[in-house]
């Protein structure tokens, strides 16, 4: 069998393309700069602003209003207080933000907190609203409607929520990402092939259904991202697919790192705040242990494949996690099973809500969310996390190496959680 053709032949031509890809990157960053300086020079701007996230909070018997914004036309995303309610408050507002000149440049590619004032409120007349009630108005219990709205909408999810979330280890399964993708274009492909080879025998025999339905699929995802507000970790996992299919159809070799560097290298020009994404950085990392699995264990059947992924994506990715996040409980062993039953779950549950029953799953869903476990805290140094991150590249170039990173995280998972049992 034919081998495909790799994306470079020579390792020069890899180099040559990540330097060009890196000096775009600096020229984005520095015209970035500029505006930042022109941001912090001015008192104040005008603007129209997204929230994407109003939560109540008390400080010395003061209440206020958390919200997490983003400004489009200064493309920033940042944090602001008010007094207004958060039921008050729609998804679209008017507003007069006040830079702060102690601001640093960091805080201006990240998520900073700009003081600002609510000059607008504007009505809230989406489809989207419209689509959100609808799916709240199938279900008695507000966590589980919020669940579904996470999941479907990229709607953000309560403290409480958010904190259950992290317990379960299941962050993936409700921020839209990647893996969502993954399931919608899977749903579609299977719903428009039957449709395509029936116009295909009839006038078109020699079209090749992974250009047609693949462009279709890409289309639909494209508007659904659109529909959603165009959450980051949605977007960079669509733009990730479409290259991907764009490789693909070009019969270049996916399963690499060169591939995946390249990716990495070209988000960043298009997006360079990402820099700054731990959710980005962590979307890359699950991305390159799938690709070394898929690179490794290449001759199982894809079935096996799944269920080997759903469990060693878990166990590779723990090492670094405890790097940098550090809480751990027995709750989050079911976070590979959770994963596999997800892969069903979801397209269920989208059928159910369609026709009206989309309640079907909230008695489960209800004890699932009300789990408690016992937890503790525990970090790996470092030292030993850039370690492991170094093992996991090499390991693309050594069989050896990737069994010697498999042997180390699964007894780093072993030893993490056994003491819950001792």
């Given at each position: 069998?034919?081998?495909?053709?790799?994306?470079?032949?020579?390792?020069?031509?890899?180099?040559?393309?990540?330097?060009?890809?890196?000096?775009l990157?600096?020229i984005r960053l520095?015209?970035?700069?500029?505006d930042?300086?022109?941001?912090?020079?001015?008192?104040?701007f005008?603007?129209?602003v997204?929230?994407?996230?109003?939560?109540?909070?008390?400080?010395d018997?003061?209440y206020?209003?958390?919200?997490?914004l983003?400004?489009?036309?200064l493309n920033?995303?940042f944090?602001s207080?008010?007094k207004?309610?958060?039921?008050e408050?729609?998804?679209?507002?008017r507003?007069?933000?006040f830079p702060r000149?102690d601001?640093?440049?960091?805080?201006?590619?990240g998520t900073?907190?700009?003081n600002?004032t609510i000059?607008e409120?504007?009505?809230?007349?989406?489809v989207?609203?419209?689509?959100?009630?609808?799916?709240r108005?199938q279900?008695?219990?507000?966590m589980?409607?919020?669940f579904?709205?996470a999941i479907y909408?990229?709607?953000?999810?309560?403290?409480?929520?958010?904190?259950?979330v992290s317990?379960?280890?299941?962050?993936?399964?409700?921020?839209l990402?990647?893996f969502h993708?993954?399931?919608?274009?899977?749903?579609?492909?299977f719903?428009?092939?039957?449709?395509y080879?029936?116009?295909q025998?009839?006038?078109?025999?020699?079209?090749?259904?992974?250009?047609?339905i693949?462009?279709i699929?890409?289309?639909?995802?494209?508007?659904?991202?659109?529909?959603?507000?165009?959450?980051?970790?949605?977007?960079r996992?669509?733009?990730?697919m479409?290259?991907g299919w764009?490789?693909?159809?070009?019969?270049?070799?996916?399963?690499?790192?060169?591939?995946?560097?390249?990716?990495?290298?070209?988000?960043?020009?298009?997006f360079p705040?990402l820099?700054?994404?731990?959710?980005f950085?962590?979307?890359i990392?699950?991305?390159?242990y799938i690709?070394?699995?898929?690179?490794?264990?290449?001759?199982?059947?894809?079935?096996a494949?799944?269920?080997?992924?759903?469990f060693l994506?878990f166990?590779?990715?723990?090492?670094?996690?405890h790097?940098?996040?550090?809480?751990?409980?027995p709750?989050?062993?079911l976070s590979?099973?959770?994963?596999?039953?997800?892969?069903?779950?979801?397209?269920?549950?989208?059928?159910?809500?369609?026709i009206?029953?989309?309640?079907?799953f909230?008695?489960?869903?209800i004890?699932?969310?009300?789990?408690?476990s016992?937890?503790?805290?525990f970090s790996l140094?470092?030292?030993?996390?850039a370690?492991?991150?170094?093992l996991?590249?090499?390991s693309?170039y050594?069989?050896?190496?990737?069994y010697?990173?498999l042997?180390?995280s699964?007894?780093?998972f072993?030893?993490?959680f056994?003491?819950?049992?001792?």
């Open positions: 069998m034919l081998e495909k053709p790799k994306l470079f032949v020579k390792l020069k031509q890899f180099w040559l393309t990540l330097s060009f890809l890196l000096l990157l600096a520095f015209l970035l700069y500029g930042f300086s022109i941001f912090k020079m001015k008192p104040f005008y603007t129209d997204k929230v994407i996230q109003a939560y109540e909070k008390w400080s018997d003061r206020y209003t958390v919200m997490k983003y400004a489009p036309q920033i995303t944090f207080r008010t207004i309610r958060p039921s408050i729609t998804p679209y507002l507003m007069k933000l000149k601001m640093l440049f960091v805080d201006y590619l900073s907190f700009i600002a000059n409120i504007y009505p809230d007349d989406r989207k609203s419209k689509l959100l009630n609808w799916i108005n279900h008695a219990n507000s589980v409607s919020t579904y709205n909408f990229a709607e953000p999810l309560d403290k409480k929520m958010r904190s259950q317990i379960l280890g299941i962050s993936h399964l409700i921020a990402s990647g993708l993954a399931l919608l274009s899977s749903l579609l492909f719903l428009f092939r039957p449709l080879r029936i116009f025998q009839r006038y078109a025999p020699y079209r090749f259904d992974l250009i047609d693949g462009l699929v890409l289309t639909l995802l494209a508007w659904y991202l659109w529909f959603v507000d165009t959450p980051a970790s949605l977007l996992s669509y733009m990730m479409l290259l764009i490789f693909l159809l070009l019969g270049i070799e996916l399963i690499s790192l060169s591939f995946l560097t390249m990716v990495v290298a070209f988000l960043l020009v298009i705040k820099i700054l994404s731990f959710a950085w962590f979307s990392l699950g991305v390159l690709f070394l699995l898929l690179y490794h264990f290449r001759d199982l059947n894809r079935y494949m799944s269920i080997l992924i759903s994506i166990v590779l990715m723990l090492p670094i996690v790097t940098l996040f550090f809480i751990t409980t709750l989050q062993l590979p099973f959770l994963s596999l039953a997800f892969t069903l779950f979801y397209p269920i549950s989208i059928g159910l809500h369609l009206g029953f989309g309640d079907l909230d008695s489960l869903l004890d699932l969310f009300s789990l408690t016992q937890t503790f805290e140094p470092l030292w030993l996390g370690s492991y991150l170094a996991s590249i090499l693309f050594s069989k050896k190496i990737f010697l990173l042997l180390f699964i007894l780093f072993i030893g993490l056994m003491g819950f049992w001792l």
